[in-house]
């Protein structure tokens, strides 16, 4: 037997397949009212029932179940991000690293024999038709919105009465800043092709006028004006140089007094850990032109663009704030 952290590197490919799968076929959601034998799960979702009895198997040896007299049951720590009707839950984003970023891992060998390319367009991909816009807008949503609350209630919003959320996506931290303020209103900046994804929030949320759309490219137009402007995991998809022309055009929109949010995984110090950061840092080499920073860094770009009185406010989960005022 290998050492066991040698053995959940190992084996972990199974356990994110299995993670997904019972996601996608409803399985935790299943287990959440009470604990139920493979078999009665099975008959009650229509699937196979050695088959589901395998994965199953699988997700309670990653401790991600456990068996009980009365079946299989889903901890009480892991209910936040199993359940689909949940906040946090993380259905969307792990179905786009099994559907799309792990398709696509081979890609590094290329990589370390022959560099990355230049000249990648490392959205074209994400964006290529409906169907792909709305697999990335849902990973985007189970990805953020769980921790955006927590973001929020750290933004300083109680003093601010426009919120311009760039490359907002279907507005996870949007939502969340609009709730935290009652009399906050807000924009999202996206790509056109966003548009409809943000509607339904709108409508789903209930946010009428409150909730505006401005359809542009960040590299041609100019940001709408706010007395907040958030950057929601977007700074991580691009090099420095990039990053230091979004935060210049940032800091025009700025209003006086206003403040930047730069919300973030952020590394260590050292520039390795955790584990989550370095392991997204990796998955921006393949997708994006970008990489994941450590605090100072991003106190670095805020600066030399002019912001000052830099924060870092750290969140209890994976998404750190770091913050710049005008």
């Not at 066991?4 to 935790?28: D, I």
């Not at 229509?46 to 589901?52: A, C, K, N």
């Not at 259905?91 to 290329?110: I, K, N, P, Q």
């Not at 991909?125 to 816009?133: C, F, Q, S």
Request: proline share 5%; with cysteine; glycine share 10%.
């Amino acid at each position: 037997m290998f050492p066991e952290r040698l053995e959940r590197a190992v084996y972990g490919l199974y356990v994110t397949h299995a993670v997904q799968l019972a996601c996608a076929h409803g399985v935790f959601d299943a287990l959440l009212p009470a604990p139920a034998p493979s078999t009665v799960v099975a008959d009650r979702l229509g699937l196979d029932r050695e088959t589901l009895h395998r994965v199953l198997v699988v997700l309670g040896g990653a401790g991600l179940l456990d068996s009980t007299a009365e079946g299989w049951e889903v901890p009480a720590d892991l209910r936040p991000y199993l359940d689909s009707g949940a906040e946090g839950y993380l259905g969307g984003f792990v179905t786009h690293l099994t559907g799309s970023t792990a398709g696509r891992m081979s890609e590094v060998a290329g990589f370390l024999e022959r560099g990355k390319p230049a000249g990648t367009r490392p959205f074209d991909g994400l964006y290529h038709d409906e169907a792909a816009t709305e697999r990335f807008l849902q990973a985007m949503w189970d990805l953020s919105h769980g921790v955006s609350a927590e973001l929020a209630a750290l933004s300083e919003l109680d003093t601010a009465t426009h919120l311009v959320d760039v490359g907002g996506a279907s507005g996870p931290f949007t939502v969340a800043a609009l709730r935290a303020a009652p009399a906050l209103t807000a924009t999202v900046f996206d790509l056109p092709a966003v548009g409809p994804a943000l509607a339904r929030t709108r409508e789903r949320f209930d946010l009428g006028r409150r909730l505006a759309f401005a359809p542009g490219d960040f590299f041609r137009d100019r940001l709408p004006e706010g007395d907040r402007i958030a950057f929601g995991y977007i700074l991580s998809d691009w090099a420095d140089e990039t990053c230091a022309e979004l935060l210049a055009a940032a800091r025009r929109a700025c209003r006086p007094g206003g403040i930047v949010l730069v919300m973030e995984r952020l590394f260590d110090e050292d520039g390795i850990g955790p584990l989550a950061t370095a392991a997204m840092n990796l998955s921006m080499h393949l997708e994006t032109e970008g990489r994941h920073r450590t605090a100072a860094e991003y106190v670095g770009l805020l600066t030399a663009a002019g912001f000052r009185d830099c924060e870092v406010r750290r969140g209890r989960r994976d998404k750190h704030l770091v913050l710049g005022r005008a």
